[in-house]
């Protein structure tokens, strides 16, 4: 019986598994391969002037200092972007699930919008928005007595102009999720804190928070993974400027393979990505499970 269920097990689950091989595995192998190589435009034309270097592609990666540029500038927006858009996402949903319980299918619906919008739509408005003449936020600056802001001519303000658009966009899948672990949460211990003289943040400290454990884990890897590909927005909004402080690692990759065509470069800079948000991830559910979250 045990043979024939794990079987069954096996058989319902492999096309779920040749689907994730296909599209993942096999990808980011023949990524690994095509980085020991120098495939470029010419290479493109004709295979036979295609080269195998090694891990040549590797070394000159380590040795360009733009590379270490955007790799900071994406450390930067990630450890200051994730915290703040999960931060945001439990402050909602904690708002949703308690004054404003009552009309929760309105707020979450309106908060939720972003997240569906394109965003190369919405970054081309936010463009206009953070405008230093003409923009919005300027003219409520100018309104308080606060000189305008050149938020994407700046090089100090244009890194956390992206990470104020991309908080908004993204926080309301976040959002959706926390709420769902909240009302999973029972009121009993709510109650059972309040006789036992807990205040508000003891209750969250030692009600909330454990029961949302495996929630802000799931959460926490898939923003952290999300904003670690960081492109679309400097990509609309900056080009990677003013004086290369938005250069994200994929878009330094973007640059090589699709402007320069050094695709086995480009390739490079693909898996050390991969390696690196594979390792965070890891390190992440080692510490969740350290905890008892996972």
Known sequence: MTVRRTRAGWLFAGPALFMLGLFFAVPVLLAFVLSLTDFDLYALADYRDLRFVGFGNYGDLLATPLFWKALLNTFYFVLVGVPLSIGLSLGAAMLLNGVASKLVGLFRTALFAPVVTTLVAVAVIWRYLLHTRYGMLNYGLERLGIDPVDWLGDPNWAMPAIILFAVWKNFGYNMVILLAGLQTIPNDLYEAARIDGANAWHRFRHVTLPGLGPMILLVSILTMAGYFQLFAEPYVMTQGGPVESTVSVLYF????????????FA????????????????????????????
Do not use: C, P
């Open 253 to 264: 990759m973007y640059e090589q393979g699709f402007k320069w065509w050094n695709l086995g």
């Open 267 to 294: 390739s490079a800079v693909a898996f050390i990505l991969f390696v690196i948000i594979f390792a965070i991830t890891v390190v992440q559910y080692r510490l969740a499970q350290s905890r008892g979250d996972a």
